[in-house]
């Protein structure tokens, strides 16, 4: 389940559906993974002293920031009609 949500980016919801697990279930089950990885010391990042350290190997780090449309339902007259103020009776006294 956790390698799924990595590599093919599937939000909680669907994984929970795949696996009938609740979304609950299925976000302790990435979280315990990820801990459990980072405390095996195999998978953990550098900390700030060794990223700029005079030993750091690292020169430069470039980041992603282009924009992606967001799809929107096109609007359309009838979205947007407003109802008539006469179109509900009035009461008479």
Known sequence: MSLKYWRQYVTQKE??????????????TIVWV???????????LPGKKALYGEESEIEAAFV??????????????????AARRNATPKKRS
């Open 64 to 81: 992603d920031v282009t924009e992606s449309p967001v799809e929107r339902p096109k609007k359309t007259k009838k979205d947007t009609t």
């Open 34 to 44: 990820e801990n459990t990885l980072v405390k095996s010391g195999k998978f953990s």
């Open 15 to 28: 994984l929970s559906y795949e696996f009938e697990v609740g979304e609950a279930t299925t976000h302790d």
